[in-house]
């Protein structure tokens, strides 16, 4: 006979690990530029594990935002049966879809120079959205180059499998469901 808390290690591992965690979710982008999205394992480590350039406006999102829930969805293909299958955080391009209407293309981008004083001015903002005023290589300076609009927020990571996750940014009063999805799917 076994102790009641040893059967957990004869598990599989599919369901002893945890598919469900928190993340640290950046949107920020200039007002009519396009939004990037990057996903830090906590709100203190400097390097997001992915940032995404989306097909949509800051404006236009900020729109969204707005007046409803909004859900985004990522498709990308898979690859052809026989060869190798990139991990999903690698693939390259996305097709875009908010709330059911397709945008364009999503890129999958490498953080660059900008990205990193983005994410590094906004690090000690666990949950908020702002205003940073910009120049023309993104650093912090005058606002005559424009204003880089930013929404920082946990996200639950949830894993279907190695074809699909999910980021639910929610609620930070507890009441109703995610303001924001954003899903990644390889069809």
């Not at 969805?73 to 026989?82: D, F, M, Q, S, V």
């Not at 990205?115 to 005058?142: M, Y």
């Amino acid at each position: 006979m076994l102790p009641t808390c040893m059967w957990l290690k004869y598990l599989p591992t599919y369901l002893t690990s945890n598919s469900c965690r928190k993340v640290t979710g950046t949107l920020f982008g200039h007002r009519r530029g396009h939004v990037s999205f990057a996903i830090q394992d906590n709100s203190t480590s400097s390097e997001p594990i992915f940032i995404i350039e989306f097909a949509i406006t800051t404006s236009i999102l900020v729109k969204d935002m707005s007046s409803a829930f909004v859900r985004i969805a990522l498709e990308c293909e898979k690859a052809p049966r026989g060869s190798k299958q990139l991990r999903l955080f690698t693939e390259p391009n996305w097709t875009m879809y908010c709330n059911g209407r397709k945008c364009g293309q999503a890129l999958l981008r490498a953080c660059n120079d900008s990205d990193r004083h983005v994410l590094n001015t906004v690090w000690n903002v666990s949950v908020g959205a702002g205003v940073i005023p910009v120049v023309g290589d993104g650093r912090k300076g005058g606002d005559s180059e424009g204003e880089l609009m930013y929404m920082r927020a946990n996200f639950d990571r949830v894993i279907g499998n190695r074809h699909s996750e999910a980021f639910y940014m929610m609620n930070i009063d507890g009441n109703g469901g995610p303001e924001l999805s954003i899903y990644l799917i390889r069809t």
